[in-house]
């Protein structure tokens, strides 16, 4: 899932400085999930806003609603619900739901309050971590399931890079090698002649180098 | 012209037993601070932080928090998980540059206890100290 992180308080009360009525936005999609912008955490953040208001000596009317996904058109259209009752948008769903609203509401003002940081999982309640980069090009039938692009902290493509110790990584001890832990399970499987081979120059165009990247379906489109 | 603080506390049903079986009368004649309200929950866990927020968005200008101590919660965890909640009130008091003292945790034992006064009365005195609370508006 995508994971966020509400942005600072203070930040988002800067954003709305000038808006007495805001519509505080989530999405139950992923940042629900990582309890980044779920109900729960649009009902702190109307709570927050409210505060950080009061205390600059500013009147404001605060609502808070979710919507099922803000990343799809037919779920954003809900947003007329509110039409008219509202100076300010501030979205808690990842960067997409911003965008999303920001492209299909040309005439209203949209906020980010988390920041989208990343691909990733959750193995112990209240900690997410990098799982995946996005890159468009995956190499995880290669590498035991494991993905270096996004797990080694400089995204090798032919192995560890001599700084690994006791399988742990040089730059983050506090997680593995995952170069040590793609040879650990190549081996377990018999297939660690799979690292043998030498990956050629990565094409990184797919990862959006190349720019804004689009996925197109015909058997879907109408 | 003196401060008198609005202290809203927090406490499950095992840390508050005396104080309901004293009553409102006997706490006082105890020393528990008359301004001070208390808000009874079935355990501390179910507290939640959208509530401590709302106290203070309903004029309190200091929370105290009383659970049962770490390894005596009725609910295993429900003390434990009121203290995280806690700080994630006091580091949001933090962010909008109000003072963390506002609001305080206790771990203290069930039933009858002078520290259960005690806690209340200290943050009582300190609340005092720091003056209204800055989302009061007025600032009375």
Known sequence: MIIAERKPINEIVAMVRDAERILVLGCRGCVSVCSAGGEREVELLCSLIRLGKKQAGQQVQVEGATLVRQCDKEYVDEIDRWQGQYDAIVSMACGVGVNFIANLRPADKVYPAVNTSFFGGSALQGEWSEQCAGCGDCVLHLTGGLCPVARCAKSLMNGPCGGSVDGRCEIHREIPCIWQAIHDRLSRFEQKAELDRVAPIRDWRPAGHGGPRKAVRNDLTI | ?140
């Open chain 2, 1 to 140: 012209m003196a401060f008198t603080p609005d202290i809203q506390v927090f406490c499950c049903h095992y840390t508050s037993q005396q104080a309901c079986a004293e009553g409102k009368e006997g706490l006082a004649a105890d020393g528990f601070p008359v301004n001070a309200t208390i808000n009874r929950l079935a355990c501390g866990g179910k507290l939640k932080v959208s509530v401590l927020l709302q106290a203070f968005e309903n004029g309190a200008d200091g929370v105290c928090v009383v659970g049962c101590k770490p390894d005596e919660c009725h609910n295993l965890m429900g003390s434990q998980r009121a203290a995280r909640r806690v700080g994630a009130v006091r580091k949001a008091l933090a962010e909008l540059g109000a003072e963390e003292a506002r609001i305080a945790f206790h771990h203290l034992e069930r039933g009858f206890h002078p520290e259960f006064v005690q806690v209340v009365q200290e943050l009582n005195d300190q609340v005092t100290k720091l003056g209204p609370s800055p989302f009061k508006g007025d600032k009375s």
